[in-house]
């Protein structure tokens, strides 16, 4: 298995440029997230799926759009980039337990983004 | 709001050493997560803390959480440099724990020889 894989893993963007990172997981869960991740700042939430046509907003939400198509894929959209959108971004996914609490998150390698 | 807050955020020790990063948080919970990060890679799952009282060890490091005091720790027993790392809890937003994770800052952990 694969786990979970993003693409792509470098990017380099201007300003009102938009782009569109892929997640994908191979592990049939359920719930698939996006964070992003700032020196100093920890993992932010900024999406995130319970399921195939799905979406709600975690922590920091603006700028960024979402969409759950299949299971397997999470896309994180961005419409018009701006600097401060320069980050590393995380895609994560998780399941239910058979006692019905979620378990760990399973990370992907990130995309780290840079706006110029 | 939840707030996770971990202490140290920085922490240089000497090999043999023992110690304890602890992790705060605001709200009532009841599970509690540790991840490791190396440096430019992605993040690894250490521990998984699903009770009051419940406490994991794998090899030197060593969790524990008390939902009452809202207080998590990771030990560290007779460091070594390969533990050398960013440590990072998380808990829940919200109840069953599927609508993603708030994260502390995370201990940024040097080990020297």
């Known amino acids: 298995n694969a786990g979970v894989t993003q693409t792509p893993k470098f990017r380099v963007l201007k300003t009102g440029q938009s782009m569109t990172l892929l997640c994908a997981q191979d592990m049939n869960h359920e719930y698939m997230y996006w964070y992003r991740q700032d020196p100093g700042m920890g993992l932010r939430l900024i999406h995130y799926?319970?399921?195939?046509?799905?979406?709600a907003k975690g922590e920091v939400p603006d700028g960024y759009n979402v969409s759950r198509l299949k299971k397997q894929n999470f896309l994180l959209g961005l419409e018009s980039a701006a600097p401060s959108q320069t980050s590393v971004y995380f895609c994560?996914?998780?399941?239910?337990?058979?006692?019905?609490?979620?378990?760990?998150?399973?990370f992907g390698p990130g995309t780290r983004l840079t706006v110029l | 709001e939840l707030k996770v807050e971990q202490n140290p955020l920085f922490l240089s020790m000497q090999e043999g050493k023992n110690y304890t990063i602890y992790c705060n948080y605001s709200t009532t919970s009841d599970r509690l997560y540790w991840y490791r990060q190396d440096p430019g890679k992605s993040l690894e799952s250490l521990f998984v803390l699903l009770s009051n009282g419940a406490v994991k060890q794998e090899g030197r490091l060593m969790a524990s959480l008390d939902t009452k005091a809202r207080l998590s720790t990771l030990h560290i027993t007779a460091a070594v440099h390969d533990l050398s790392a960013t440590y990072f809890c998380a808990t829940s937003r919200g109840g069953g724990g599927a609508d993603g994770l708030t994260f502390g800052k995370g201990t940024h952990l040097i080990i020297q020889p």
């Open positions: 799926s319970v399921g195939e046509g799905t979406t």
């Open positions: 994560a996914s998780s399941y239910l337990r058979k006692d019905l609490r979620t378990d760990t998150q399973y």
